[in-house]
């Protein structure tokens, strides 16, 4: 055999070990997936007591009730064009290293709905894991997003409050 | 190319023992990895769940091939071939201006960039020294001419 077939096989045959160590491995997870347990995101819930994924309706009824903190995870130039009534500005990706001194100042058992665009959107996620991160209790992660929102004709206010 | 033998050693120590790092951190949270590559949105979620994985499997046997020097230009091949697809994706991100985390070691947080390109060309050419090594080639090609060519072998 030539050598550099023989170099292909040993990679080829790499690629195939990986392939069945990695499926012995992780056989619960993948039946887990199989499951559809990660469709709305690769989360595991498990590890982030404090944080649950809410769909819409969940997410409008808090919002009608009034008495959740509504935050906006999207780009701030996002909530200016238009955003859940009362809710706040605080964007995931300013928010690595700290969160806002009037953030870390609210309840730690209260109820706080994130969200960010929609679809496939990470932020609210992200954002909800560092509230997690900060002792927060009760974190609730719209998954329907801005886009469900507005999808469903719900009300909207711009950044200077217009509605 | 490098043929001392020992900065050959050398190479597959550094090599291999960064593999097995960045398979190892990835392997304790598959979930986290699959969203980092989710994020690069090149591929779907079920894509991205398979790669998540067996991609750190991968990079664990390659690079423990290359430590223990067993398949190592076969390893060496697959360290590379995994370094040149990280190179592009990484590309590809910068030119669509896509703002996310390498993934590369784990939780580590790191955009993917022109840093994460340096690093992976310096690995590739290690792997690449190590891939077209003259040491490296199999000794099965080499035993029957040191047969014919042995005096020893020929006289008993």
Redesign the interface.
């Known amino acids: 055999m030539s050598e550099a077939r023989r170099v292909l096989r040993q990679a080829l045959a790499l690629g195939a070990l990986s392939v069945l160590v990695a499926a012995a491995v992780n056989a619960p997870l993948i039946r887990r997936f199989v499951r559809g347990e990660f469709r709305e995101s690769f989360f595991q819930a498990a590890e982030y007591p404090g944080i649950r994924l809410i769909t819409l309706e969940e997410g409008e009824d808090l919002w009608r009730v009034g008495t959740a903190v509504l935050i906006d995870a999207r780009r701030a130039s996002l909530y200016k064009e238009g955003h859940l009534p009362r809710a706040v500005s605080l964007p995931a990706e300013e928010t690595a290293k700290t969160l806002p001194s009037d953030v870390l100042a609210l309840p730690r058992e209260g109820t706080i709905v994130v969200y960010c665009e929609g679809g496939d959107c990470q932020s609210s996620l992200l954002l909800a894991k560092r509230l997690h991160g900060e002792r927060f209790k009760d974190i609730r992660v719209m998954t329907g997003g801005w886009a469900g929102w507005q999808a469903a004709g719900l009300p909207e206010e711009k950044s200077d409050g217009r509605k | 190319m490098v043929g001392n033998k020992t900065v050959l050693f050398v190479f597959r120590m550094i090599l291999g023992g960064l593999f097995v790092y960045a398979g190892v951190v990835k ?1 304790l949270a ?3 990895f ?2 980092n590559i ?2 690069y949105d090149l591929v779907g ?1 079920s894509l ?2 398979i790669a ?3 991609l ?3 990079e664990i ?2 690079g423990a ?1 290359l430590i223990a020097g067993i ?1 190592r ?3 060496a ?2 360290v590379s ?1 995994l370094l040149v697809f990280f190179i592009a994706l990484t590309v590809a991100t910068i030119v669509r201006g896509l ?1 996310v985390d390498c993934g590369c070691f784990g939780a580590i ?1 790191r955009k993917a960039g022109f840093g994460v390109i340096i690093e992976d060309l310096a690995m590739l050419y290690l792997g690449l020294c190590i ?1 077209f090594s003259k040491k490296g ?2 000794s ?2 080499t035993v029957p001419l040191k047969k014919a060519n042995s005096p020893g072998s020929a006289i008993s």
């Open positions: 392997v598959p979930l986290d699959a969203q989710r994020n979620r991205s769940f998540a994985v067996v750190p499997w991968l046997l390659a091939f398949w230009r076969g390893a091949l697959v071939g703002d947080d891939l080639r199999s099965k090609g």
